[in-house]
């Protein structure tokens, strides 16, 4: 072997060595400080989930990061079924699940409804606690309708407001508002529970591959355990993520 080819392999090891000694540490640093704790935006529609906000945030629930900014729910004032106006302020400082209904759902709403029931019981003595249910029917659930309805289905907390208003309003906060589906049209929906913290942030936890869960399932129960097709309920799971951000500051 030549020298010049001597001094080449010489020359490119040299280069390995130094960008080892120089960007290796940086790396390492940044993960152990949590700076890499994003997932492929590609896997899950530019939605990821970040669990270092802030420095003083001890839980592990994670902010939803939509185009690079913490998602937080946007302003909204509804009539909920004492005929009292509620807004997104009446939720500051309180812990809180949300989700889309409406009171003639044959399917899966009184499912949703009962296992909202189940988790106000379990958080019945905390003030910091809420749920807020719009009406994706609100032409029909008036405040009169929700009121029986809340009263069918055990609802008993201060902080559990069944809402009603301008339909495009609601349909708006649902689709852009918490990314949860609502059809205009057919009055399909998701059956999904968003969480949202003391101060107006939506929050989520990751699955066992790192992606982020982004909403929790709202139709099966704790009793059933899983559905006909093997899919595992998640309310456990949303009362364990309730009691940690409950405990933030």
Same mark, same amino acid.
């Given at each position: ?55 003083? $945030?001890? @839980?592990? +629930? !994670?902010?939803? #990061?939509?185009? &690079? ?8 004032? *509804? ?92 349909? $708006?906060? @649902?689709? +852009? !508002?918490?990314? #949860?589906?609502? &059809? ?8 999904? *529970? ?56």
């Amino acid at each position: 072997m030549s020298k010049k080819a001597n001094y080449s392999y010489i020359g490119i090891s040299f280069i390995i060595l130094l960008f080892g000694i120089i960007f290796i540490p940086k790396i390492i640093d940044r993960i152990s400080n949590k700076d890499i704790n994003r997932i492929d935006e590609s896997r899950s529609g530019g939605v990821v989930v970040n669990s270092s906000k802030t420095s003083d $945030k001890k @839980s592990d +629930i !994670g902010y939803l #990061i939509i185009n &690079d900014q913490p998602k937080k729910v946007p302003e909204f004032s *509804f009539t909920n079924q004492d005929g009292k106006i509620i807004t997104n302020k009446d939720y500051l400082g309180k812990v809180y699940v949300v989700d889309f209904f409406f009171t003639t759902c044959p399917t899966i709403c009184p499912r949703m409804t009962s296992n909202l029931a189940s988790i106000q019981n379990t958080f019945k003595d905390n003030a910091d606690f809420g749920i807020a249910s719009f009406s994706i029917m609100p032409d029909n659930d008036t405040p009169e309708v929700l009121k029986t309805y809340a009263a069918d289905y055990g609802v008993t907390s201060p902080n559990w407001h069944l809402l009603t208003g301008p339909k495009e309003d609601i349909y $708006k906060l @649902s689709n +852009i !508002g918490f990314n #949860i589906f609502v &059809d205009t049209d057919n009055f399909e929906h998701s059956g999904d *529970f968003a969480l949202v913290d003391k101060e107006g942030y939506l929050r989520s936890r990751k699955d066992a591959f790192g992606n982020p869960k982004i909403f929790y399932k709202g139709v099966i129960s704790e009793q059933e355990k899983m559905d006909e097709d093997g899919v595992e309920q998640e309310i456990s799971m949303l009362k364990e993520d309730i009691a940690k951000l409950l405990k933030e500051k």
